[in-house]
């Protein structure tokens, strides 16, 4: 992390991931940033554009509908993407994962603070500290990226 801070892995997730047999490997610092600006400058204006998401339950069955072969966890960096404009106190590494079967459920690591999208960004899931309490989390299609139309008066 740049200003001298450094990241962090997180044993519990990468227990869990191994326990739900999902092969993970800690990306690159320079990958961590790279994906994270990349996600920004997709999914950034979501919420302050009104732009199409779903959440809570309805974002969790969007995302259990989706098959990733290689998919990354992508903590945070930035409160300017963040929905709720937190970024988690101790900055965690970005995994990059590997599994052949269903994406594994990681609303129990919310407070990390990140997202979870398969190389491409053709979609995201968005986990928050504020999951469940305000909104969250927040599943989004690349495809759904229009602001609305606003009707004129």
């Known amino acids: 992390m740049t200003g001298g801070g450094q990241m962090v892995s997180d044993e519990k997730l990468e227990q869990f991931l191994d326990e739900h047999g999902v092969a993970w490997e800690i990306a690159s610092e320079a990958s961590h940033f790279a994906l994270a600006n990349e996600w920004e400058s997709i999914y950034g204006n979501v919420w302050r554009l009104g ?9 969790r069955h969007e995302y259990s509908r989706r098959f990733a072969e290689t998919f990354f966890i992508v903590p945070f960096l930035s409160k300017r993407a963040n929905p709720h404009g937190a970024v988690a106190h101790t900055p965690t590494v ?9 994406l594994p459920d990681l609303s129990e690591f919310a407070g990390l603070e990140f997202f979870i999208s398969p190389p491409d960004l053709s979609w995201t899931m968005v986990h928050t500290h504020e999951d469940d309490a305000i909104g969250g989390p927040y599943f989004i299609e690349r495809d759904w990226l229009v602001p609305p139309i606003r009707q004129r008066k």
Request: with cysteine; glycine share 12%.
């Open 94 to 102: 970005a995994y990059k994962c590997q599994c052949a079967g269903e």
């Open 51 to 59: 732009m199409r998401h779903t959440k809570g339950a309805r974002a």
